[in-house]
């Protein structure tokens, strides 16, 4: 009924720029929070950034000031500007939304299948 499909992963140096988008599509009434998560090889899907409906922004302390979410409520898609990208940042990145589709009157959680970025230093 709802897929999140992510895109602009990809290979970049040290110190590069990417940008994510995750778009959702099907039966969607409305999406509240969007979150963007990354996961290393042998470590824990980690929260990196996310946005609540009317646009408030929280962030992991390793993107502060470096990464930049944001939301365009009229295409239902999520963006992660990555700057000064570190070889740490080097991981998939999965997009997360909390969805209510139409004809329900609550919220599920919905993941995409994630882009992979990878840094080289």
């Known amino acids: 009924q709802v897929q999140l499909v992510e895109s602009g992963g990809g290979l970049v140096q040290a110190g590069g720029s990417l940008r994510l988008s995750c778009a959702a599509s099907?039966?969607?009434?409305?999406?509240?929070?969007m979150r963007w998560y990354h996961q290393a090889p042998g470590k824990q899907r980690e929260l990196v950034a996310a946005?609540?409906?009317?646009?408030?922004?929280n962030y992991a302390d390793s993107v502060k000031g470096r990464f930049t979410i944001s939301r365009d409520n009229a295409k239902n898609t999520v963006y992660l500007q990555m700057n000064s990208l570190k070889p740490e940042d080097t991981a998939v990145y999965y997009c997360?939304?909390?969805?209510?589709?139409?004809?329900?009157?609550?919220?599920?959680?919905?993941w995409g299948q994630g882009t992979q970025v990878t840094v080289s230093s």
């Open positions: 997360n939304a909390e969805i209510r589709i139409r004809a329900t009157y609550r919220y599920a959680t919905y």
């Open positions: 099907g039966s969607i009434f409305r999406i509240s929070d």
């Open positions: 946005i609540t409906g009317d646009g408030t922004t």
